[in-house]
C-alpha cells in the first residue's frame, strides 16, 4: 500500500472508531502509533510516542494550559461570578429581555478570567437559569442564552484553545489573545441582539419581574474588582512585555488565590476539589494534543497534507467561498467530536490550507475557535448543553431547541470574519 493511500485509510479509520464511541484522545494516539508502525515500522512508531510525549510534557508554553483552567476552577469554587451577574442585572433591569442581555455580559465578563467555556456555563447556569425561569423567561431560552453565552469564554482572552492553537502552530499566544478581543465582542454583541429579538420567549418577564434586591453595590465590589484586576494584569501583562504568557496565567492563579483567600472565599475543600477538576481536564487534553500531534506527523510523511492543499489550492473558487465550505466542514465535525479533539485533528490539514489562501495563522486561530465555540452548542455531543443540562435539570432536547438562533448568529460572525479577517488582525497588528 502507497503512504498516501496508507493515510487515507488510518484516517479514515481513526473516525469511524470516534463515531463508535471511542475517546478521541485514544482514538488520535491509536491512529497515529498504528499507522507510524506501517508506514515505517514498530520501533519508530515508538520513538515517535516518546518524542512526542517529551515534547509536549517539556514545552514551557505548555504550563500555562493547566494553570489557566485552575484559575478559572478557583473563580468557580470561590463564587466571584455571582457578583458579576448581580451587577450587569441590577445596570440592565429596564432594558428589553434585561435579564437575559445580563447573562451574556455576565458570561463574558467571567469569560475574560477564566479561558474555560465549561467552567463558565457550570457557573453561571446555577445562577442564572433558575432566576431567569422564575422572572418569565421560558425554559428554552434562560438555558440556551447561559449555554452560548458561556462559549465567550474560549475566545474573549485568556483562552484555553488559542494557548492550545499557539502551542501546535508555533502562533505568538500573546497576539492570539489580542486578536480574540473584537472578535469576542463582537460575538458578545451578537448574542446581546439574540436574546433581544426573542420577544415572545420573555414577554412575560415584563409584568413577572420584580426589583431587584436593594443590596449596596459595594456588596458586589468583590467580584467586579476581581474581574478587571485580573483582566489587567494577565492582559496587560502580556501586551506590555512583562512577563510571557505562561507566567501571565501563573500570576494570573496567584491573584485570584489573594482575592478570595483574602475575601474568605475558599477553604480547604473547595481548593481541592479545584485542583482535581483541573488535574482531570489537564490530563484529558495533554493526551489529545499528544496523539494529535502524532497522527499530523505521520499525515505529513504519507503526504495527505500536501494532497489536500494541492486540492484545495487547484478549486476554481474563492478563498471566501473555500473558508465558508470548510466551516460546514468544522460544524460536521463538531456533530461527532469534542472541541480540541476536533482542533487538534485538522490543524494539519487546515493551518496549510489557511495560508495558501493568504490568511494570517493568528486570524486561523480565531476563526478556528469561534468554529469550536458553535460545536459545543449543536447535537448530538454539544457539551456545553450536557452540562447545563446536569447543573440545572432541563432536559437537553429543549436547550439544542433553543440554541439555534445564537447558533446563526455565531455563523453571521464566522461570515464576518471570512469577508473581513481585519477584525482579527488589526488590532495585534496595531499593538505590535
Do not use: C
Given at each position: 500500500?502507497?503512504?498516501?493511500?496508507?493515510?487515507?485509510?488510518?484516517?479514515?479509520?481513526?473516525?469511524?472508531?470516534?463515531?463508535?464511541?471511542?475517546?478521541?484522545?485514544?482514538?488520535?494516539?491509536?491512529?497515529?502509533?498504528?499507522?507510524?508502525?506501517?508506514?515505517?515500522?514498530?520501533?519508530?512508531a515508538?520513538?515517535?510516542?516518546?518524542?512526542?510525549?517529551?515534547?509536549?510534557?517539556?514545552?514551557f508554553?505548555?504550563?500555562?494550559?493547566?494553570?489557566?483552567?485552575?484559575?478559572?476552577?478557583?473563580?468557580?469554587?470561590?463564587?466571584?461570578?455571582?457578583?458579576?451577574?448581580?451587577?450587569a442585572?441590577?445596570?440592565?433591569?429596564?432594558?428589553?429581555?434585561?435579564?437575559?442581555?445580563?447573562?451574556?455580559?455576565?458570561?463574558?465578563?467571567?469569560g475574560?478570567?477564566?479561558?474555560?467555556?465549561?467552567?463558565?456555563?457550570?457557573?453561571?447556569?446555577?445562577?442564572?437559569v433558575?432566576?431567569?425561569?422564575?422572572?418569565?423567561?421560558?425554559?428554552?431560552?434562560?438555558?440556551?442564552?447561559?449555554?452560548?453565552?458561556?462559549?465567550?469564554?474560549?475566545?474573549?482572552?485568556?483562552?484555553?484553545?488559542l494557548?492550545?492553537?499557539?502551542?501546535?502552530?508555533?502562533?505568538?499566544?500573546?497576539?492570539?489573545?489580542?486578536?480574540?478581543?473584537?472578535?469576542?465582542?463582537?460575538?458578545?454583541?451578537?448574542f446581546?441582539?439574540?436574546?433581544?429579538?426573542?420577544?415572545?420567549?420573555?414577554?412575560?418577564?415584563?409584568?413577572?419581574e420584580?426589583?431587584?434586591?436593594?443590596r449596596?453595590?459595594?456588596?458586589?465590589a468583590?467580584?467586579?474588582?476581581?474581574?478587571?484586576?485580573?483582566?489587567?494584569?494577565?492582559?496587560g501583562?502580556?501586551?506590555?512585555?512583562?512577563?510571557?504568557?505562561?507566567?501571565?496565567?501563573?500570576?494570573?492563579?496567584?491573584?485570584?488565590?489573594v482575592i478570595?483567600?483574602?475575601?474568605?472565599?475558599?477553604?480547604?475543600?473547595?481548593?481541592?476539589?479545584?485542583?482535581?477538576?483541573?488535574i482531570?481536564?489537564?490530563?484529558?487534553?495533554?493526551?489529545?494534543?499528544?496523539?494529535?500531534?502524532?497522527?499530523?506527523?505521520f499525515l505529513?510523511?504519507?503526504?495527505?497534507?500536501?494532497?489536500?492543499?494541492?486540492?484545495?489550492?487547484?478549486l476554481?473558487?474563492?478563498?471566501?467561498v473555500?473558508?465558508?465550505?470548510?466551516?460546514?466542514v468544522?460544524?460536521?465535525?463538531?456533530?461527532?467530536?469534542?472541541?480540541?479533539?476536533?482542533?487538534?485533528?485538522?490543524l494539519?490539514?487546515?493551518l496549510?490550507?489557511?495560508?495558501?489562501?493568504?490568511?494570517?495563522?493568528?486570524?486561523?486561530?480565531?476563526?478556528?475557535?469561534?468554529?469550536?465555540?458553535?460545536?459545543?452548542?449543536?447535537?448530538?455531543?454539544?457539551?456545553?448543553?450536557?452540562?447545563?443540562?446536569?447543573?440545572?435539570?432541563?432536559p437537553?432536547?429543549?436547550?439544542?431547541?433553543?440554541?439555534?438562533?445564537?447558533?446563526?448568529?455565531?455563523?453571521?460572525?464566522?461570515?464576518?470574519?471570512?469577508?473581513?479577517?481585519?477584525?482579527a488582525t488589526?488590532?495585534?497588528?496595531?499593538?505590535?
Amino acid at each position: 500500500m502507497d503512504p498516501l493511500t496508507l493515510g487515507i485509510v488510518v484516517l479514515a479509520a481513526m473516525l469511524v472508531v470516534v463515531l463508535l464511541g471511542l475517546p478521541v484522545g485514544y482514538a488520535l494516539l491509536g491512529a497515529g502509533t498504528i499507522g507510524y508502525a506501517l508506514l515505517s515500522g514498530p520501533s519508530q512508531a515508538l520513538t515517535q510516542v516518546g518524542l512526542a510525549l517529551w515534547d509536549n510534557g517539556t514545552n514551557f508554553l505548555f504550563i500555562a494550559v493547566p494553570l489557566f483552567i485552575l484559575m478559572g476552577q478557583l473563580i468557580f469554587h470561590a463564587g466571584l461570578a455571582e457578583d458579576i451577574f448581580s451587577l450587569a442585572q441590577r445596570a440592565l433591569r429596564r432594558l428589553p429581555g434585561g435579564l437575559g442581555v445580563s447573562t451574556v455580559l455576565a458570561s463574558a465578563g467571567f469569560g475574560a478570567v477564566t479561558g474555560s467555556s465549561v467552567a463558565a456555563v457550570a457557573t453561571i447556569g446555577n445562577i442564572a437559569v433558575p432566576q431567569m425561569i422564575k422572572r418569565g423567561y421560558s425554559d428554552k431560552l434562560s438555558t440556551a442564552t447561559v449555554a452560548s453565552a458561556a462559549t465567550l469564554a474560549i475566545i474573549i482572552p485568556p483562552s484555553v484553545p488559542l494557548v492550545i492553537y499557539g502551542v501546535w502552530s508555533e502562533t505568538s499566544i500573546g497576539s492570539l489573545f489580542i486578536a480574540g478581543i473584537v472578535p469576542g465582542l463582537v460575538l458578545m454583541l451578537a448574542f446581546v441582539a439574540t436574546v433581544m429579538l426573542q420577544r415572545r420567549q420573555y414577554a412575560a418577564a415584563t409584568r413577572a419581574e420584580p426589583a431587584v434586591a436593594d443590596r449596596p453595590l459595594s456588596a458586589h465590589a468583590v467580584g467586579l474588582v476581581s474581574v478587571v484586576v485580573i483582566f489587567v494584569i494577565v492582559i496587560g501583562g502580556i501586551y506590555a512585555g512583562v512577563f510571557t504568557p505562561t507566567e501571565a496565567s501563573g500570576v494570573g492563579v496567584m491573584s485570584v488565590l489573594v482575592i478570595a483567600l483574602v475575601s474568605r472565599r475558599l477553604g480547604l475543600t473547595m481548593m481541592r476539589d479545584a485542583l482535581k477538576e483541573t488535574i482531570r481536564t489537564s490530563a484529558a487534553i495533554f493526551l489529545i494534543l499528544t496523539g494529535g500531534i502524532i497522527l499530523s506527523r505521520f499525515l505529513v510523511q504519507t503526504r495527505l497534507t500536501d494532497a489536500v492543499v494541492g486540492l484545495v489550492s487547484d478549486l476554481d473558487a474563492s478563498p471566501q467561498v473555500i473558508l465558508l465550505a470548510l466551516a460546514l466542514v468544522y460544524l460536521l465535525l463538531g456533530a461527532i467530536m469534542d472541541t480540541f479533539g476536533m482542533l487538534i485533528l485538522t490543524l494539519p490539514l487546515v493551518l496549510p490550507i489557511t495560508i495558501a489562501l493568504g490568511y494570517d495563522p493568528i486570524w486561523t486561530g480565531i476563526y478556528l475557535t469561534i468554529l469550536m465555540e458553535i460545536a459545543m452548542l449543536t447535537p448530538p455531543i454539544g457539551l456545553n448543553v450536557f452540562v447545563l443540562e446536569r447543573a440545572t435539570g432541563v432536559p437537553a432536547s429543549r436547550i439544542f431547541a433553543g440554541v439555534w438562533p445564537f447558533v446563526a448568529a455565531s455563523l453571521a460572525v464566522v461570515v464576518l470574519l471570512v469577508f473581513f479577517p481585519q477584525l482579527a488582525t488589526w488590532l495585534p497588528q496595531t499593538m505590535r
